[in-house]
């Protein structure tokens, strides 16, 4: 991580969740604060488990509530258990059926109900909204599917990262297009976490760069602080994934 202008301190730790975290101040006057991440990274496709593999989900209730895994059985701050969600669920949760046959339904299920709509939310929009108004981002969609998925007593957790989008054919790469994702983990016993994409409605492999897991958004916010200052401020973001050449 680099900034301009430069950090007075700079520390590094590990949060509660495992996710590395920088810490850094800047104390002298400026109009202008750029923050600069790169990192090379190299990503495996996912190995994704047979549905047949996976146990009736009724079985992970009594498996997670006692395990580690089971602070993200529980509402948080971003993910209230609100009316609705049980219902919403429901449908795609019958007796005895393979958990991830069920929550491969459920994905199924809010990418046909819900529309992609950056206009419709913002950070600080709350779930109910969300959930009444079928609207939103893929921050919006994760958490809701993370807010249905705990209401059948099934653990799940947000994740935040990367996407590499790929322009049409015959379309160059427009530099900064690209942009932070959101999607969810869902912990299966014996086979840990699986990822899981409601807003492109499938299960990740290696165009998903994984960065950071916790609760919900408020947990693993890519940059916050406190600006002291008068004045106006707006916050522009870009990011660029580049694949590298490989031989």
Sequence with gaps: MANSPPATTIVGRDDYFGNHAD???????????TVSSCSIVEVSPSTVPSAMDTPPWESLRDACYF??????LFPSPLIPNISGLHD???PSF???RNVLDCVMDLTRRI???????????TIATPLEKVMRNR?????DFAQFQIGCLRSMGVAARYASGYLETVPAPGTPKLVGTDASHAWLQVFVPNLGWID???????LPSDRHIFVACGRDFDDVSPIRGVIVGAGRHKLVVAVDVIPLETG
């Design 23 to 33: 810490f850094f101040s800047v104390e002298g006057a400026h109009r202008v604060l």
């Design 67 to 72: 395990g580690d895994v089971s602070e993200f």
């Design 88 to 90: 919403y669920a429901c």
């Design 94 to 96: 019958p007796p005895d």
């Design 111 to 121: 990418h046909a109900d819900f529309t992609f709509d950056p206009a419709a939310t």
């Design 135 to 139: 609207r939103g981002v893929c921050q």
């Design 196 to 202: 899981v994409d409601p807003t492109n409605n499938l």
